[in-house]
């Protein structure tokens, strides 16, 4: 897991790297959200930002107030302007 400080540079780095290719960020779905800190920065920093936080532990969900979904099965019912994945791939299956 990454510190909070590590995210919140990642994170601006993502968002001015897509301001760069003029690619607003007007909605963020940050799967495999965990403590949550991506969806914190976008939530503190561009607050007219849609975030959707998801994750499949019921654990985290309740504590950091994300949706319980498995996206092995689970695919969203629109489409977001930016997608975050970070550290959850390798858990799938192929």
Not at 19 to 42: E, H, K, N, T
Not at 58 to 86: M, N, T
């Amino acid at each position: 897991m990454h510190s909070r400080r590590r995210i919140e540079t990642l994170a601006t780095s993502v968002h001015q790297i897509c301001a760069w290719w003029d690619a607003p960020v007007r909605s963020v779905l940050d799967i495999g959200a965990g403590v949550g800190y991506w969806s914190d920065w976008y939530r503190k920093n561009h607050t007219r930002t849609k975030v959707l936080s998801v994750d499949v532990s019921a654990h985290a969900c309740k504590k950091y107030g994300h949706e319980l979904r498995d996206i092995s099965v689970w695919a969203p019912s629109r489409k977001f302007d930016l997608v975050i994945c970070q550290s959850v791939l390798q858990y799938l299956n192929d």
